[in-house]
């Protein structure tokens, strides 16, 4: 029998906007809750679409970093843009933070989705992942 999961909210993410927790742990299997462009005390990083993707993808390599793993630990991202018109400008953010913290050019797999919206209206992307503590 595998042990529960552990739960927690690292330091560096805010606080979470309801009942859940940033991180779960099961194992060597790491969940990142939906991560978006939020500084410290929740103000949104900016409002466009590469400030906020360049923050969220910070966020969850400081979440990943809590639990000992990495951006390269990660197996999968899913990607939430809040229009189609923003996919050229999230591509050239994701391009930027992966060039920086994937030189040799191989990425995890990524689902992109637009969706009508997300948890607030000022949030134009949100980014989960799982990932495999190495």
Known sequence: ?????????????????S???????AGD???????????DDNA???PDVRSQTLRAYANVRTALESQG???RSVVR?????????????????REEFFGKHYPDGEYPP????????????DLLVELDAT???Q
């Open 77 to 93: 991202f899913v990607t939430y843009l809040t229009a189609s018109d923003h996919i050229a400008e999230f591509y050239a953010a």
């Open 44 to 46: 949104v990083v900016g």
């Open 1 to 17: 029998m595998s042990p529960l999961p552990q739960y927690e909210n690292p330091k560096g993410l805010g606080s979470p906007l």
């Open 131 to 133: 990932a495999c503590r």
């Open 29 to 39: 299997l790491i969940f990142v809750a939906g991560q978006c462009g939020f500084v």
């Open 69 to 71: 793993a990495s951006l």
């Open 110 to 121: 990524n689902t992109l989705l637009i969706v009508k919206g997300l948890v607030r209206p």
């Open 19 to 25: 009942a859940y927790a940033h991180v779960a742990r």
